[in-house]
């Protein structure tokens, strides 16, 4: 029986980078797929050149058509294009929209078992658009912003307290934007209260620090979005689900009924393992907390809705 094998569609910053973690953590051989000719097969070779310096083994190929990538275990879909200047919110949703159906229609047809992990923006929708067009049970389409989110709210809680990143717990659910919900009645530091140890308006401040993380990163590229930690969590996601792990980790999972909500997909807690997504966990949130999801559930419906399938 021979390694796993993932796909990674989208050979740009976030789809290397996730070639990158997955060979280099030796979860299965990997095929990057891009339109642009040449480019996944250069990133390709560059990485297969780094496997004697670190010591990893899984064999990376580049490709611009997907007869590769057949019979996939895990699929993480990285393709789309950012916002650009002058264009409507409208535009950016339809586009990516077009490329996401296109590239789940290719991939089920080499793949027809994979798991599929979405990371292409406006994230949840572009979820919707992927089970949709692919007719997969909820448990194989999931999306990638919960882990991300939840590590950013984790690393600016470790950076104010000055402690490890590992003693802290916490969870960030709801969807992909201004509007997510970093829970702080279930964040604590080795079992201590987050609310013990910070005052509220310093959590408040870390909490909307969280919000706007992606936003502070464009803000100090310039020319680009973040892609480290992003592609770090894709790969989290599809090991989980290779080694049977039975992660509790936040991901956008379609919900049909779970907190009051049905037809979405939004960040919710799941196990994920062997069978992806094995099950949806119902956390007590405050208040404040639930009012919050509520208002984030409406912005993510909004913007399904505008998908109009």
């Given at each position: 029986?021979g390694r796993p ?177 970093p829970v702080v ?125």
């Amino acid at each position: 029986m021979g390694r796993p094998k993932i796909t990674v569609v989208g050979a740009g910053n976030v789809g290397a980078t996730c070639a990158h973690w997955a060979a280099a953590r030796e979860l299965g051989n990997v095929v990057l797929v891009d339109v642009v000719e040449g480019m996944p097969q250069g990133k390709a070779l560059d990485l297969m050149q780094a496997r004697p310096v670190f010591g990893f083994n899984a064999e990376v190929v580049g490709a611009n058509d997907y007869a590769p990538t057949k019979d996939s275990q895990v699929v993480i879909i990285t393709a789309g294009i950012a916002r650009k200047p002058g264009m409507s919110r409208e535009d950016l949703i339809n586009t990516n929209k077009n490329i996401v159906a296109a590239v789940t229609k290719e991939v089920m047809a080499k793949s027809p078992d994979a798991f599929v992990i979405v990371v292409a923006n406006p994230l949840d929708a572009m979820c919707y658009v992927a089970k949709k067009v692919s007719g997969l049970p909820r448990e194989r389409v999931m999306g990638m912003a919960g882990i991300l989110d939840t590590a950013r709210f984790r690393v600016f809680i470790a950076m104010e307290l000055g402690v490890a990143v590992e003693e802290i717990q916490a969870m960030v659910l709801g969807g992909h934007g201004d509007d997510m919900v970093p829970v702080v009645s279930a964040t604590n530091i080795s079992g201590v209260p987050l609310t013990a140890l910070l005052a509220p308006e310093r959590i408040a401040a870390l909490v909307e620090r969280t919000r706007k993380g992606g936003g502070e990163i464009v803000a100090l590229l310039k020319t680009g979005s973040a892609y480290y930690a992003p592609s770090a969590a894709a790969v989290q996601m599809a090991e989980a689900i290779l080694k049977d792990q039975k992660r509790l980790v936040p991901v956008s999972t379609y919900l049909d009924g779970e907190y009051g909500l049905k037809d979405l997909y939004f960040g919710v807690p799941v196990i994920l393992g062997a069978g992806g997504i094995e099950k949806i966990l119902s956390l007590k949130l405050s208040q404040e907390e639930e009012a919050m999801l509520q208002k984030s559930a409406a912005a993510v419906a909004n913007t399904r809705d505008e998908l109009k399938m």
